[in-house]
T-cell receptor, first 112, second 112 residues
């Protein structure tokens, strides 16, 4: 059974810092990995989706990397802003299905 | 990205009543929709996979007679929590499967 772990559970940084969020998964037989953002009491916003054949994806100040063999992904946020404060979730689909297994998330607070 | 709506966004009900939550894909047809549940400070847990025109597939530990799912059209799936109890209080999120999963904004259920 796939398990997804995110470290740290919470992170507080001053505005302007670069930061890295970590995600690990136990079953490396995935065909993609997705990072989401969730604001308090809200649904999910998809940030980046990396296919298994890719090593990284970039969108603006966000860069996600994927190392399938080691079961790890990182989300790099450059020049953090208070508006980046949210919980960041990573998720992977199950083998042969579209069902997603989520990590518990990293709660990010960017202090002005 | 594609738009998925949920209604209601928030509902408070008395113990023993039934509550229906709607999930709509607004700009594409979704043969498959998913229902997730999220308890405070926990990640999203898949409850069931909803397939248009057929019975839903429930995850282990999810009572199909308590959480009734109907996917009668390609744009609408409903989740009915029957005889709700306080332990059913949670954040329910649906997603619709297009080229990837698109998530709704969630429904906060509070059972008194």
């Amino acid at each position: 059974k796939q398990e997804v772990t995110q470290i740290p559970a919470a992170l507080s940084v001053p505005e302007g810092e670069n930061l890295v969020l970590n995600c690990s998964f136990t079953d490396s037989a995935i065909y993609n990995l997705q990072w989401f953002r969730q604001d308090p009491g809200k649904g999910l916003t998809s940030l980046l989706l990396i296919q298994s054949s890719q090593r990284e994806q970039t969108s603006g100040r966000l860069n996600a990397s994927l190392d399938k063999s080691s079961g790890r992904s990182t989300l790099y946020i450059a020049a953090s802003q208070p508006g980046d404060s949210a919980t960041y979730l990573c998720a992977v689909p199950g083998a042969g299905s579209y069902q997603l297994t989520f990590g518990k998330g990293t709660k990010l607070s960017v202090i002005p | 990205g594609a738009v998925v709506s949920q209604h209601p966004s928030r509902v408070i009900c008395k113990s023993g009543t039934s509550v229906k939550i709607e999930c709509r894909s607004l700009d594409f047809q979704a043969t498959t929709m998913f229902w997730y549940r999220q308890f405070p400070k926990q990640s999203l847990m898949l409850m069931a996979t909803s397939n248009e025109g057929s019975k839903a597939t429930y995850e282990q530990g999810v009572e199909k007679d308590k959480f009734l799912i109907n996917h009668a059209s390609l744009t609408l799936s409903t989740l009915t929590v029957t005889s709700a109890h306080p332990e059913d209080s949670s954040f329910y999120i649906c997603s619709a499967l297009g080229r990837e999963q698109f998530f709704g904004p969630g429904t906060r259920l509070t059972v008194l």
